[in-house]
């Protein structure tokens, strides 16, 4: 109790909590589709990206990607343009609105304004398994903004080059073959990859703790457009106990590319282009 604690404080606090974007009208992708493309896979690419650092990668509309844990526990931080467009990016911010903290199969990375689409579809979760735990944490976290130099000089001080924000900036200059600076402001908030993470109880803060990924474990996406992805390889390995620095632990994680032999984007009916007018009530 506080001088402020007014007398129905309890009652305030017992009022029952309404879901902001209730999802019963979104578009459900269909799910024994990508099941029946998924059954017949070649490989056309791969990219193993190594340890504190990050790489780039494209996957053509209607293919399927993987991210896979290959030596040992390490969790990595994914950026998603429209390869066409990189004005178009993942919008953590509302699929986190849509799906909830933490994504899993079935469920779609939405596109920024004014486009608001699914960039990708989750067709495979080798860790959904894991649900949420006694902590609140669970796996593939679309709620952390990706390690970065600015927050850590804020915090630590110093000038640490390999946390995920400078590995993606990097990597997506090499690719665009432009100057950091002009580079740096398409990167944007993430897709936790096996990162375990949820809000502490008595505090709300953002919390993390040691991945379940083991090797072999891997997160399948089918590509709803064109992508140009990005992904770090976290310098903070499992995230048990380092966040940013050169003492933990680090791995490899390899992204697959695949080509289904059903053309999935003919055999379905949507396109999954935002209808909004884009008028503004003008």
Known sequence: MTENTPSDAEARRAIQPVICYPVETLPQPDMAL????????RKTDEVLVPP?????????????FRISSVEAAQVGDLNLWNAK????????????ALHGTHITTGQQMWSSFPHLRPMTT????????????????S???????RCDPYTHHLLKGGQYHHCCHSNLTRALAAHLDVPLAEAE????????VFMCTGFTRDTGQYFMKASPVRPGDYLEFFAEIDLLGA?????????????SSDV????????????????VLKARADNHVNGYDRTHGL
Request: proline residues 5%.
């Open 34 to 41: 990508y099941a029946q493309a998924r059954a017949e896979l």
């Open 52 to 64: 504190r650092d990050a790489s780039t990668f494209t996957v053509p509309a209607g293919h399927f």
């Open 85 to 96: 467009d990189l004005s178009e990016k993942f919008y953590s911010g509302k699929t986190r």
């Open 122 to 137: 989750i067709t495979r979760d080798t860790l959904d398994w894991y649900g949420i735990d006694a902590f609140g944490g």
């Open 139 to 145: 796996v593939h976290d679309v709620i952390g903004t």
């Open 185 to 192: 402001p398409h990167v944007h908030d993430v897709l936790n």
């Open 231 to 243: 992904l770090s390889a976290c310098p903070g390995g499992d995230c048990s106990a380092e966040h």
């Open 248 to 263: 933990a632990r680090c791995y490899p994680l390899l992204v697959e590319v695949f080509a289904p032999e059903l053309d």
